[in-house]
């Protein structure tokens, strides 16, 4: 399974950015799918997720500005980032809690997996 992270970029402070996070392999069933961020010199935070139901949550810095959002027949999930700060600089990682499929069909227990990363430079 691969989960492939786009998006990121460098945007003045008060832009906005799109990130998203496409899954592919032999997926049976996705659960959860959310967001982190690791700023330099800190330890990784959660920053949104998402149930497979579509019901957000987010973390108190973001809420107000970020909007999380899936597309399950895509495997898909987003993050629109609005009125973006400095300290919203890190790279941003996505993932996913998910069973696979074997080519005998044999599931999977529920495993998260996550993208590679994609850096966000907020400039102010």
């Known amino acids: 399974v691969q989960l492939q992270a786009s998006g990121g970029g460098l945007v003045q402070a008060g832009g906005s950015l799109r990130l998203s996070c496409a899954a592919s392999?032999?997926?049976?069933?996705?659960?959860?799918m959310g967001w982190y961020r690791q700023a330099p010199g800190k330890q990784r935070e959660p920053v949104a997720a998402?149930?497979?139901?579509?019901?957000?949550n987010y973390a108190d810095s973001v809420k107000g500005r970020f909007t999380i959002s899936r597309d399950n027949a895509k495997n898909t999930v987003y993050l629109q980032m609005n009125s973006l700060k400095p300290e919203d600089t890190a790279v941003y990682y996505c993932?996913?809690?998910?069973?696979?499929?074997?080519?005998?069909?044999?599931?999977?227990?529920?495993?998260?997996?996550w993208g590679q990363g994609t850096l966000v430079t907020v400039s102010s």
């Open positions: 998402i149930t497979s139901g579509g019901t957000p």
């Open positions: 392999g032999s997926i049976f069933s996705i659960n959860d």
């Open positions: 993932n996913a809690d998910l069973k696979l499929k074997s080519a005998v069909g044999v599931v999977s227990t529920w495993r998260i997996y």
